[in-house]
């Protein structure tokens, strides 16, 4: 079964630490993202990558890196720079070209301990 | 700045009746626009989309109406069923295949 695959499901860091979220992918799908979001908004956009070897960032990237080794996979880390990481964070995926819908992962709840 | 709203937080509906969920964006030059369905704990899932060629696309029990002119889109759920409830977010495309998304309304379909 085809699909995006976001791990852990529950994550806590402590205040200070750095910590990554995977999301794999074997739509095999050019474009990923990583989105946040927060009680009573919608889905923000944190960064996105076309292709491999290449991300940019969206609207909310400060204190969040992102890579892009291999087409499957775009992991997130959420730095000790990001003053407010609790959230509910979604990584997507689609073709590329425009207007493609994204498919997206069942998401990482990231709690502050 | 919200490129795409959605002024209804919530909506409650009997089961069997419709339910109709709107959206409002900006910008006239948008010309695709999608509906995506969500459960707690669950990623979105793509439901329907329009192009703005179209005033109105059927998927089964699930249509999408556009009114370029008002710069709104709706959905509209018949018969509203239990499984139906859920958040559903509108969204709009930009650059590079991404996307605008609404802020969501929560539906609850009452058996």
């Known amino acids: 079964d085809g699909g995006i695959t976001q791990s852990p499901k529950y994550l806590f860091r402590k205040e200070g630490q750095n910590v990554t979220l995977s999301c794999e992918q074997n739509?095999?799908?050019?474009?990923m993202y990583w989105y946040r979001q927060d009680p009573g908004q919608g889905l923000r956009l944190i960064y996105y990558?076309?292709?491999?070897?290449?991300?940019q960032k969206g609207d909310i990237a400060e204190g969040y890196s992102v890579s892009r080794e291999k087409k499957e996979s775009f992991p997130l880390t959420v730095t000790s720079a990001q003053k407010n990481p609790t959230a509910f964070y979604l990584c997507?995926?689609?073709?590329?070209?425009?207007?493609?819908?994204?498919?997206f992962g069942d998401g990482t709840r990231l709690s502050i301990l | 700045d919200q490129q795409v709203k959605q002024n209804s937080p919530s909506l409650s509906v009997q089961e069997g009746r419709i339910s109709i969920l709107n959206c409002d964006y900006t910008?006239?030059?948008?010309?695709?626009f999608l509906w995506y369905k969500k459960y707690p704990a669950e990623g979105p899932t793509f439901l329907i989309s329009?192009?703005?060629?179209?005033d109105k696309n059927e998927d089964g029990r699930f249509t999408v109406f556009l009114n370029k002119s008002a710069k709104h889109l709706s959905l509209h759920i018949v018969p509203s069923q239990p499984g139906d409830s859920a958040v559903y977010f509108c969204?709009?495309?930009?650059?590079?295949?991404?996307?605008?998304f609404g802020t969501g309304t929560s539906l609850t379909v009452i058996p």
């Open positions: 969204a709009v495309p930009r650059t590079g295949n991404q996307f605008y």
């Open positions: 997507a995926s689609s073709r590329g070209g425009g207007n493609q819908p994204q498919h």
């Open positions: 910008n006239s030059m948008f010309d695709y």
């Open positions: 329009i192009s703005s060629i179209k």
């Open positions: 990558s076309q292709i491999v070897n290449d991300f």
């Open positions: 739509l095999n799908h050019d474009a």
